[in-house]
Structure formats: structure tokens, C-alpha cells
């Protein structure tokens, strides 16, 4: 803002008083802003040619001064511009900025802010001087019983073994206590704690709570990638190495099953021809399908699953459970694909040579509904390793090393609430990070 001086200020109100009191002309022959002039005039109507002058420093205004001007302005007794005028204030922007901060702070808005740069250190206790009387003595041993008591409760649930973990209480105990104290506490020296103090701080903190979380609540069925592709929703680019070896540190590994290659060819087409012959890929849902039968056992029997999975997004879109493998547990499983199948689709069907898939009945409801059979080659499980692959990761995850008393335990808890899991909570690296169900919604839309 342009300084103006009072013989200035003077000059231009004569020259408006002398031309008839014309705004406009004083504002061309001085090249003034009209809010500018007309502030001077009203000073001047105000409080005479006084108000007028100019004050060397900076006003300084007391909080209760501050406050009686936004009350007056608050109840309707003065406007801002008004306010100025009574009570002497240079300019109605700062009694604006009063009542922002006001209405930001209350009161406590009106106080001077502190000026210059915050303390970079907490201040701490000093050490008090030697006790020299009884007294002094006595206050002295009060201090450091009042250390012992409050280092137990810092160190609850952990153990300080190790100086760093000794020197993060210290730290916090610095606050109320005396670093003499503290290393007369736990024993240790001033150069070590000093050491550890500045030592730089691990950035990997909230990846490393956040690994142990994602590892924890997915039962160590996640490794490296997946847990990746978690975090970078959380904190964006992370890079799989960094992953990797923190979960290394923390000797956390993902479950995996090793599986044997069998190299037997088998036969073709006895019933149905190889139409898949290992090609998983599709590009829409509901072109390629692939089912099997696999057992689980108990402590009552043998449970026995028939999924249909689609291997466009790797969906279990049906399933049926039962306490033998028969026939009818595989209509079952048809009627549900049957039922989720759009009108005009017209998928493909793979699956090994069990005997199930080679009845009359299962073969007339294929045909029924538009569904073309293809069977794996006899004896070579990979021709349907896409839905092998399901029952490994199954049983790897939520089956090996467990045991299960009940049919209803096995399947409540492991079979329904795993495909659920599966379905629509556990990602994968091929679906870009996404679950089956996911990643069909995404690209449906």
C-alpha cells in the first residue's frame, strides 16, 4: 500500500473543499483510488484535520480493545468502515482480519501470535544440584522413586533388552525426569544414549505395521506380490524388492504348494474332444469354464466339492457340496451354472474323464442349454490346471494342518467362507490387484 504523509493527506481535502467538493476531479489531479479518498474524507468529517496524521510505528492493540471494536460492530452500532472512524483504527481491513480470527478462535484469536521460529527441542528438567541438607536429600530420592515407578508402566507389554528399545521410554520419560535419573535407571551410558538418539528414523514404520496386518488378516495365504498390490492402495508406487525383503526381516512367507509334473500324454477323444488343449485365456466372461471334483476329510468323513470356475476372471460362479461323489451332486452344480449363464451364451465346458462327466444325463443337460463338452486327455491332470490350480490354493490356505471334527465345521467355515473370500476379497496379480468379482464389475462397466 502507498504511504501517504499528513501534509499530503491535507492538500488533497483543500483542493476538495476549494472545487466544490468533487470526488472525481480530486481523484484525477492526485491519481488516488476512490475508496482511498473517501476514507481520508471521512477521517476528516469525523475527527477534523487531525485524524489525518500519520503514525511512525506499527499500532499495537490489546485483546480488550480488539474485542470492545468486534462487539460494537457484531451488535450493529458501527460498520466497519464506521468502526474505524470512532475508534481511530488506520484501515477497515484489520478489524476484518479480527473478526476471521474471532470466529476461527474465540477469543484466544485476539491474542498477539508468537513471533519467530518454534523451539526445535522440548525442554527438559535439569538435574538438580548436589542435596546438601536432609531435605534436599530426601526431595532427591523422591525423584528417582517416582522414575522407578513410572519406567514399569512405559515398559508394559515389551522388553527393553536392547538400548534403542531402552532409549525410545527414555525419551518419553525425558519430559518429567532428569537424564541422570534415567541413566542411573536403566543403566545406561550417556554417550550410548545419545547415539541411539540420533540415529536416523526407519522409513518403513507404517509399510512394516501394515505388512504384518495384510499378512495377518489374510491367515499367510498372501506373499510378496500380492501384499505389493495391497499396499500401493495405500501409499501408491512401492516397489515388490522393498516388500520383499521387509517381509524377509520379519520371516513372513506366503504358503506354497510344490507340485509334480507328470509328463503321461494319455489318450483323446474318446468322448469329448480336448477343445481347451491348455489355452486358459479368454477375453469375455462366460466363454471358457472348467470344473472337477475334489475330497476333503474329517473326523466324521470324507466331503467332496464340484465347483464350475470361470476362467475369464477365475470366478467360482457355482458349486456343490456332498457327502459322496455322485451323480446328483453334479446336476445340482449344472441347474446353478445354468441358472447364472446369459441368455444366447453358449461357453465352453472342460473337464477331466471322471466318469460323472461321461453320463448320458450330464451330457443331454450340456446339450440342452447351448454347452460345448471338452475333456482332458486320460491321465494328464494339466490339460485342467486352471482349476487344479484352485483346489491347491484352497487347500493350501485354509486346509493343510488343520483339523476338522465336523462336516458342518469343514464346510461352514472352510468351503463357504473361503470361495466367498476367494470370490470377492482376495486379489491377484493377473486381475491387476483386483478380485474375481471385481475385476468382471469392472470390466462389464
Known amino acids: 500500500m502507498t504511504k501517504y504523509n499528513q501534509s499530503f493527506k491535507q492538500e488533497v481535502i483543500a483542493f476538495f473543499l476549494q472545487n466544490g467538493k468533487n470526488c472525481s476531479l480530486t481523484r484525477q489531479q492526485f491519481q488516488l483510488k476512490a475508496s482511498t479518498l473517501r476514507r481520508w474524507i471521512s477521517q476528516y ?9 500519520v503514525l511512525g510505528k506499527k499500532q499495537k492493540y490489546s485483546p480488550e480493545f480488539k474485542l470492545t471494536v468486534i462487539q460494537a460492530v457484531k451488535k450493529g452500532q458501527f460498520s466497519a468502515e464506521s468502526a ?72 508394559a507389554g515389551t522388553q527393553p533388552s536392547k538400548n534403542a528399545e531402552k532409549v525410545a521410554i527414555m525419551k518419553m520419560l525425558r519430559v518429567n525426569f532428569s537424564l541422570e535419573i534415567l541413566l542411573h535407571l536403566t543403566g ?11 540415529l536416523k528414523i526407519d522409513k518403513n514404520v507404517a509399510i512394516r505395521q501394515e505388512i504384518v496386518e ?28 522393498r516388500v520383499q525383503a521387509i517381509m524377509q526381516q520379519l520371516d513372513l512367507k506366503g504358503k506354497c504348494k510344490q507340485r ?58 457355482a458349486y456343490d457340496l456332498a457327502r459322496s461323489p455322485n451323480f446328483e451332486q453334479i446336476m445340482r452344480m449344472m441347474k446353478q451354472s445354468v441358472a447364472k449363464l446369459p441368455q444366447g451364451a453358449s461357453p465352453i465346458l472342460h473337464s477331466d474323464q471322471g466318469w460323472q462327466y461321461q453320463m ?44 476338522f471334527e465336523t462336516f458342518e465345521q469343514l464346510e461352514q467355515t472352510i468351503i463357504h467362507k473361503y470361495i466367498h473370500y476367494y470370490n470377492h476379497e482376495r486379489i491377484q496379480v493377473r486381475l491387476k490387484g483386483l478380485s474375481p468379482v471385481q475385476y468382471r464389475t469392472q470390466s462389464l462397466n
Open 214 to 241: 495384510i499378512y495377518r488378516k489374510n491367515d499367510g495365504n498372501y506373499g510378496y506380490r500380492r501384499i505389493t498390490l495391497a499396499l500401493r492402495k495405500m501409499f501408491g508406487a512401492i516397489n515388490h524388492k
Open 360 to 403: 448320458a444325463g450330464y451330457q443331454a443337460i450340456l446339450k440342452q442349454n447351448g454347452i460345448v463338452q471338452s475333456m482332458s486327455r486320460k491321465g494328464n491332470c494339466l490339460d485342467n490346471s486352471a482349476m487344479e490350480s484352485f483346489f491347491g490354493r484352497l487347500k493350501t490356505e485354509c486346509y493343510f494342518g488343520k483339523r
Open 260 to 317: 509334480k509334473y507328470r509328463s503321461y500324454k494319455g489318450e483323446v477323444g474318446k468322448i469329448a474332444e480336448n477343445l481347451l488343449r491348455q489355452d486358459f485365456h479368454t477375453n469375455a466372461p462366460n466363454e471358457k469354464l472348467v470344473t472337477d471334483i475334489t475330497e476333503f476329510k474329517c473326523a466324521e468323513g470324507k466331503l467332496y466339492l464340484s465347483p464350475i470356475k470361470d476362467l475369464f476372471n477365475g470366478e467360482i460362479i
Open 84 to 155: 474505524c472512524l470512532h475508534f481511530g483504527i488506520a484501515n477497515s481491513e484489520v478489524i476484518s482480519q479480527w473478526l476471521q480470527s474471532f470466529e476461527k478462535q474465540g477469543i484466544n484469536g485476539l491474542f498477539p501470535k508468537p513471533k519467530g521460529r518454534p523451539a526445535m527441542k522440548p525442554k527438559y528438567p535439569k538435574m538438580p544440584p548436589p542435596p546438601k541438607t536432609e531435605e534436599e536429600r530426601l526431595r532427591y530420592r523422591i525423584l528417582e522413586l517416582e522414575a522407578e515407578n513410572a519406567y514399569p508402566k512405559k515398559v
Open 45 to 53: 468529517n469525523y475527527n477534523g484535520i487531525n485524524s489525518l496524521a
Open 188 to 198: 545406561l551410558k550417556r554417550c550410548s544414549f545419545f547415539y541411539h538418539l540420533q
